[in-house]
């Protein structure tokens, strides 16, 4: 794994840059980003391409010996680029344009900018496409960064009907997909639809579903523009986009097809502040972040682009936009590169090289600080560094699970909670985590890959689920276990017509009849653990393989399928999980609190995200907290 | 009491209705609302009325023996409708278009719209008005749901300055009724008006209430435009309109003196969960609904339309539009059903006979199940079909207990509450829910009823007073209880002259000298009882009947009337209404929690909604949870 | 010090007047504010100025020997002046027109409303300029009140762009002081600049900052155009503005200096409730307010205009505008007054003289009820009155204690807290409570002042710190505490190029090398005292004078200069006060809870504001709750 950072030449002083460049060099570091914010030092007048500051930069940082992913810079379109078409703007889902003065201001649909991107991206590409020391490109910056993906512009509302009409032919048939007779909300011509935005009260959901597969196709095609042009003019380059944590807004698999590389942006102690984690989490948590977020979001985008994967954006400390931001504990930095490593990341990028003394983001720490001075960071990438080097490349072995993520899931548990509760990024992640927390490594796959190999398969929830992937599933022969509302939804946001779970009833003999969502705090008991937030009602002959204390079934096998007909609590998960690797020979062990493993084909890493010192049974090693261990897998 | 259902036939194919029809008549029901969504299939282009499909409907019905409430499409115009008058929506408070995609998408003051809902109400009218199965009418579907009663649009400004006009003759008087002097806020002629919306700060409550006032007679208007037109084309069939629950934004006392028979929509679960209920009744009523919830509305529509009402829409299992949405206990449909028989109801309809499998309520349960299954509602209705038929017909006796509620009362309350906590609504169910648990029936009557015949009467609040209702009330020798602050304004949201009680003075001799209110939390110590929330000074002298520990007084009596000068909790009510039941001869019993007593002419019915079985004490009968018995009265 | 009262003679029928002004001579009054909100009678039609009503209001009032304050109606502009230039509305930060209806509904920017206020302004002042009954002028109301500083309108967005020319001479220069390169958000013009808002995340800090500047600098010159009139017309008299509470949108240093004599509007209720205090103090304290807030203010705005200082208006009973409005203790008002008196007011001035029926305002106490009779505040004021009388005019002494205050501290906080609980005012306010507890005198200064003559100095936060106002803190030699963040920007919102804390260091040799902020809940403990909400890593060959338990240094001390690295608790700024009195040969005294003391040059005034009887062991006094207790000073 090599390491690199994001680097911003137009920032400082050019005589700042060689050193730069050789403390870069020194530090263990060896890719460099550059480029994605400099459009107006690119061309700070319309049409007129300052290319010389940036080819000197290229070889400066070229010189020292480190390799550049050149970013396109159209996430930050000037100010004399957007009084051009003051309509390029996204319009928010209140019917507010987005104005300039930060960054992301445009919208995705628009056509007039989307010209002017490929404008700009042919010239880059022209310019630098055969440069030696450009190894990669990275398109844009953080598509949908503070909720931008979705626009209800004219611009998006025009392409819609047209993306509509491909989808549906004739206005008659998007009124029987979608139900519309239900409240007159008939159309008699695509022109009629508009976006699902400003109703009196909800738009129909399947108005929804279809406005958020449209937008996350735009997302597709703004972004494959640009990967078409830089392939033409920069062969044999690696093309990557640098995806967010915790975000479901477009289906990350669909731009991940047209990448070469998926890579993402970890900012664990962020994360940990900003999402669901509850008080307790946030609290013992503070300064290592959850064990199981980066891990998460590394084994769900190795599932993007292919298997190769990496880290664009690394925390080296402190954050500005959280809502609080402590520092990471010492050592952090260099286990949660070691983590990546130990997940088959290509390369992890620390942001930034030195921490900017101006704008928005002057409260984000860097591996240097303003001054130039290192960071706490700095010391934790030469140690990594060097154990990296010391263990050599690793090779990723296939995860004995899979655990099945949909981003159309997402969406439709969004659109459709039921239950305030109901949140799909949650659901799935304390399954990922209940699986981790028992040693396992998981791969975390598409809705319409391939399960050929996998050992154990757990779907959390997909409402939506295609019949190839019902035949996909049903071929299996490990231990399955479906999420409850799985097979509840046809395409169209329609309940199947034999009900819930639909097509899964191929190899799932039961019925829900009816579904509740539960008030926080209100709970269902089983024995040992409990129910929350969602119960199914099951009409089957199968007997319950696990029932509440009121004798209401809660999981359902038939074969090697299980069916949880409930959201279970991370005991239920634990036993099921158990269970499942008995019969799957896999084995298990309940890691203590903080503790968590990794494996590659040839090593173990064990990390402890804790703040006491953990003795890992499995090796006799004890382990400081905010540190690891790595051991040769004997087999 | 006859059962019916909401049916939609456009949603179904044409085949299914026979078969329907024959299964609503087997379960029991007689009863059928169709049509007031349907305006898209019925004018599916505009001027093309489309009658075939709704002709045959009504027979296939009609032929199995069902009668049938026709509702008119009003609450959802067509796209094609809206298309060619855009500004016919309503502008909500921020100013902003509310926009097709759901329902309710109109404002009541567009003249055009009107003109609109006239021409297809004569249509259906006219077509239908004299078919012998068409037994009676609703006119639009839930007036005011999803907010949509004050809208802001130049529609509604322009007839706002009609209403003004018309209210104070010139603008030197409608600036003295309000007290526009106080910030310059002066007009010099009714075209300056604009309504309160988006000012700096707080407008004038006289003018929030005026727009009240002036929004409310907008839907009573548009409603019997509605209801001349039905008057004229289909006589001798009944008029009503289905109103909703823990709803005061337009008044009800004035649209149901236009209808034949008012009738509700009884959501208890999702009532429970969307208003103000703590979580301790939340979770212990999860699945029942807070005993008094049905009850509550029961009494008070009854006393909208002469005393002829009924349920239209009955929640048959768990619905989609709560922040949760559980299960109702097995038993309790029954229960409602028999709730709404005992309290005088000439029907009660299911929403939905089927479950739609589409659209935006696809999670909102039915009798029957997507796949036309039954659903677990419907054995209960037949058990309760059964039980009704057993019983005979219920002749109501006018309550002993008259709850006097005022539309007006809530909109001043809610204008300017004055401490936070300060809920018209709430304030009402406490006071009839302590009558409730002590066994008592109520009749719950409007500002303006005669309280002839009652032996109890209590007003919890009523700030604005008419002189002639003060002499309804001064005429009675029963006792009765006022609530705090009463009398204290004038019809133009003033202080009166002579301070608060006003006109109550006639009876109450004493002085609101200061009121306060109360931060959560705090609270005032009176023996066994506490007052929070608000608290007023009483200058008199007279003795205070009760006071608190700190020796003021909180009760004050005269005669047969007392005053209570602060918010009471349920020990204080409990004691005054005991205190006052003996002293008008009237038997009150503490009954156990959840338990709840209704007696007709000729029968008792004690219900549980609770968790355990109960022991009434009355009969000696235990009474299973979600249970009831009736016994004759043996009176 | 004087009394006075609020009055409106257009809220009331003229042969009210003259009694009105005779009960406030009697009842001890000698000043009345009049005429801040009576434009609309002033002027009813364009252009057609009705003096006589405020003429003869003025006979009467001054033929009862009462002097007027005469305020400037520019806070409430009527109707017809609105309708002839609309665009003269504030635009809000979501882009919607605060419109007529309430009051304060004008941009300060807008060029042709101001024309309108000098006009009305020069009309009223040669009006009354030279009255003898006219002491002073009050310009305005409330500047700010209702969010009312920004506004982002077209004007204020064309004032701004010249605002920044002026400031920053070329676009090149404003975008490198804002580091507009950061993200492509370099300028080529100042036409191409907008207001800050509405951009996809949040804008430069350093636009925001120089738009909160511009911003006061508008409020600034608005006023200042007023003051300009009323001094060529009004020779002799005092000008001031009746300021608000825990208010910072604009510099009142800068609005100060071009007045006479600062005066404040004084509700200890309902900024107890507003206002970040906890539950336990907003319980205990419901009817006193916390014993600093009132004191606060006084010593805040008593730096504000050369040291004159008045309160405007006094709440003398329950207000309308909190969430929740209990009333004062009984003895609370004539406490408030008298702590007023002890701080070195010119006068205190009631609002109002008779509570208003009508309006926004009714529920709003004043020393008359509506019905005219004596409100409970009355007899306080007479207490109050006699008492300032038998004690005499009181000389104030410089404080022992000079606290730093900055506005612009404040808006660099609030634009950029970096933790979600770092509010600057919290933190001021709770330095100076410590300081108070400790029973000292404080004077509240601005980080521009002299601190000759103080004897501790205390700066809770300065992030940004001019030149000259360091080379001030150097020449001391008194105890010196700056606290956390001081130092850490430059005037362009950018990280000083050594750090922070930048200047400082001229007499703190650190550097603070990392900053955390801390969630709330979390804590890091010392010796007795925790540190919460932010923590700072320090950097210095200073040994740390007080450390965590986990070592790291948290004060850190140089010859008379201390540091704090972190926000203290209560604990810790106890003892460090407490330690520079000592060096500083100036008495502490840990007084009870709800005790405070304030001294002027002649006497002690001690007041209890606590619910119990509490002893003071200074004098040996026990004072009753809501009470005080003067002594002549024995020095």
């Known amino acids: 794994m090599k390491l690199g950072c994001c680097y911003y030449p137009e920032h400082w002083p050019e005589e700042m840059w060689a050193e730069d460049a050789r403390r870069m060099a020194e530090m263990g570091l060896s890719l460099v980003r550059i480029g994605e914010f400099a459009w107006s030092r690119i061309e700070p007048e319309p049409g007129q391409l300052h290319w010389e500051w940036l080819d000197r930069a290229i070889e400066t940082l070229s010189d020292a010996g480190l390799k550049i992913i050149l970013g396109t810079p159209t996430a930050t379109p000037p100010k004399w680029l957007v009084d051009t078409m003051p309509n390029m703007v996204a319009i928010d889902e209140q019917g507010k344009p987005r104005g300039f003065g930060s960054r992301r201001h445009y919208c995705f649909s628009h056509g007039g900018y989307r010209q002017e991107c490929r404008r700009i991206a042919t010239a880059m590409a022209k310019r630098y496409g055969t440069h030696p020391a450009v190894t990669a ?56 639809v508009d976006p699902p935005n400003l109703t009196v009260t909800e738009a129909n959901p399947a108005h929804w579903l279809d406005y958020r597969r449209f937008a996350s196709d735009e997302v597709v095609s703004f972004n494959r523009e640009q990967v078409d042009i830089i392939r033409q003019h920069s062969p044999d380059r690696d093309i990557t986009h640098n995806f967010m944590g915790f975000f479901t807004e477009f289906d990350h698999h669909d731009v991940g097809r047209d990448l070469d590389i998926a890579t993402w942006d970890s900012y664990p102690l962020g994360f940990l502040e900003q999402f669901w984690f509850g008080d307790a989490n946030k609290r013992d948590y503070m300064r290592q972040g959850h064990p199981d977020i980066a891990a998460f979001h590394h084994d769900l985008y190795r599932g993007c682009s292919g298997g190769r994967w990496g880290v664009m954006e690394q925390q080296p400390g402190p954050v500005n936009w959280a809502r609080f931001n402590p520092a990471p504990l010492p050592g952090m930095v260099a286990l949660w590169t070691m983590e990546a490593f130990a997940h088959g990341a290509e390369f992890t990028s620390y942001f930034r090289w030195r921490q900017a003394p101006f704008a928005q983001e ?69 399954w990922y985590s209940a699986l981790r927390r028992l040693g396992l490594d998981v791969d975390i796959v598409s ?139 896999i084995e298990t062990m309940r890691l203590p609190k903080g503790l968590r493993i990794r494996r590659t084909a040839t090593h173990q890493f064990v990390f402890n995200y804790g703040l006491e010192p953990v003795q890992f049974a499995g090796t006799g090693d004890t382990i400081a907290p905010a540190s690891f261990v790595v051991t040769p897998l004997t087999t």
């Not at 509840?488 to 579904?515: N, Q």
């Open 362 to 430: 002057q409260m984000h720490a860097g591996l240097l600080r303003p001054d130039s001075e290192e960071a706490e960071a700095a010391d934790e990438v030469r140690i990594a560094a060097r154990k990296i080097a010391e263990l050599g490349p690793q090779q990723m072995a296939q995860a004995p699970v899979a655990l099945v993520f949909s981003y159309e899931a997402a969406w439709v548990c969004g659109i459709q909670p039921q239950g305030a509760s109901f949140r799909y990024l949650e659901l799935v992640y304390e």
């Open 137 to 192: 490109w990275q398109t844009d910056n953080e598509f949908g960064c503070h909720d931008t993906v979705l626009s209800f512009s004219e611009a998006a509302a025009a392409r819609f009907r047209i993306w509509l009409h491909a989808r549906y032919g004739t206005p008659d048939a998007l009124n029987r997909a979608w139900g519309n007779v239900f409240w007159s909300m008939e159309y008699r011509s695509f022109d009629e």
């Open 447 to 585: 809705a319409g890959a391939s399960l050929d190999g996998y050992k154990i398969v757990l779907a959390p929830t997909l409402p939506i689920i295609s019949d190839e992937f019902v035949e996909e599933l049903r071929e299996l022969d490990c231990p399955v276990l479906i999420g409850p509302r799985s097979g509840s939804k046809t395409p169209s946001f329609t309940i199947p017509d034999d009900l819930a779970p639909g097509g899964l009833r191929a190899f799932l003999p039961l019925t829900v009849s009816r579904v509740e969502s539960i008030r926080d705090g209100c709970t269902h008991r089983g024995d040992g653990f409990e129910i929350t937030r969602w119960l199914e009602h099951i009409e089957s002959e199968l007997e319950p393989e696990i029932a509440l204390e009121c004798g209401r079934g809660i999981v359902f096998a038939n074969n090697n399928y299980r069916y949880c007909a409930g959201w279970p609590d991370g005991s239920l998960l634990t036993s099921l999980i158990e269970q499942m690797g008995s019969e799957a020979g």
